[in-house]
């Protein structure tokens, strides 16, 4: 499994996949990711050292994302990380968590003391369809919740059930209310959740303008940040 990248198309900036602790939550319908997870903590940090040596600092820019929430990260590997902030002159840190974790963000800004972008997996701002069908346990009813703690949102679309009046005001949305966003383009894995083929065609033929906005990134396959597998 690829875990160092860099991003040079847009938003420039190097990536490191990490392993981590299991997903608090772990019990999203649609999301495998969550196999990479361990309870080894020593294996976990050795893997995680020997990933972060390959940051260069070159963009000052560094996003780091595990199978979960940046607070599963073992302690030593986020120390590590600061180490390697320091070191390379990081000024800007992208991190992911669960929405469960939003009361906390605030201590990684005090343990890093650098800029953080939050990335959040709301996945759709229907809030029936996130948490009925996707079983994400996001609670939140409007987008002004979301705004209060996180900068960047993922969503995803192609997803059997999704219609494109939903995809159309989810995008809107990001548009409106976000600098960044990440949109995942559903790939069929070993959950139970099925792409809906018309319905990706749809989203890849009237939504290429989202190509012109230089934080707003499109990843029709998995691995299009270079990472993961």
Same mark, same amino acid.
């Given at each position: 499994?690829?875990?160092?990248?860099?991003?040079?198309?847009?938003?420039?900036?190097?990536?490191?996949?990490?392993?981590?602790?299991?997903?608090?939550?772990?019990?999203?319908?649609?999301?495998?990711?969550?196999?990479?997870?361990?309870?080894?903590?020593?294996?976990?940090?050795?893997?995680?050292?020997?990933?972060?040596?390959?940051?260069?600092?070159?963009?000052?820019?560094?996003?780091?994302?595990?199978?979960?929430?940046?607070?599963?990260?073992?302690?030593?590997?986020?120390?590590?990380?600061?180490k390697i902030v320091v070191e390379k002159k990081?000024?800007?840190?992208?991190?992911?968590?669960?929405?469960?974790?939003?009361?906390?963000?605030?201590?990684?800004?005090?343990?890093?003391?650098?800029?953080?972008?939050?990335? #959040?997996?709301?996945? &759709?701002?229907?809030?029936?369809?996130?948490? !009925? =069908?996707?079983?994400?346990?996001? *609670? $939140? +009813?409007?987008?002004?919740?979301?705004?209060?703690?996180?900068?960047?949102?993922?969503?995803?679309v192609g997803i059997k059930g999704q219609t494109?009046?939903?995809?159309?005001?989810?995008?809107?949305?990001?548009?409106?209310?976000?600098?960044?966003?990440?949109?995942?383009?559903? #790939?069929?894995?070993? &959950?139970?959740?099925?792409?809906?083929?018309? !319905? =990706?065609?749809?989203?890849?033929? *009237? $939504? +290429?303008?989202?190509?012109?906005y230089q934080y707003i990134e499109v990843l029709?396959?998995?691995?299009?940040?270079?990472?993961?597998?």
């Amino acid at each position: 499994m690829d875990r160092y990248s860099k991003v040079i198309n847009k938003n420039l900036r190097e990536i490191a996949l990490l392993k981590a602790l299991p997903c608090i939550w772990g019990k999203c319908a649609f999301c495998d990711y969550i196999d990479d997870n361990d309870d080894n903590i020593a294996e976990i940090n050795k893997l995680n050292k020997e990933v972060l040596n390959n940051i260069t600092g070159e963009f000052g820019v560094l996003e780091v994302i595990n199978s979960g929430s940046c607070f599963e990260i073992p302690r030593e590997s986020l120390e590590y990380i600061k180490k390697i902030v320091v070191e390379k002159k990081i000024k800007k840190l992208f991190l992911e968590s669960h929405w469960c974790y939003k009361n906390r963000l605030q201590e990684m800004r005090d343990f890093f003391g650098i800029e953080i972008i939050f990335k #959040i997996g709301v996945e &759709t701002f229907d809030n029936s369809f996130r948490n !009925l =069908v996707l079983n994400k346990n996001a *609670n $939140f +009813k409007t987008v002004d919740e979301v705004k209060e703690s996180f900068q960047s949102v993922c969503l995803l679309v192609g997803i059997k059930g999704q219609t494109k009046e939903m995809i159309k005001r989810d995008i809107n949305l990001v548009l409106e209310n976000f600098k960044y966003a990440t949109i995942n383009v559903f #790939i069929n894995n070993t &959950t139970d959740v099925k792409r809906d083929e018309e !319905l =990706v065609q749809w989203f890849t033929d *009237n $939504f +290429k303008y989202l190509e012109d906005y230089q934080y707003i990134e499109v990843l029709y396959n998995n691995t299009d940040f270079g990472v993961g597998d």
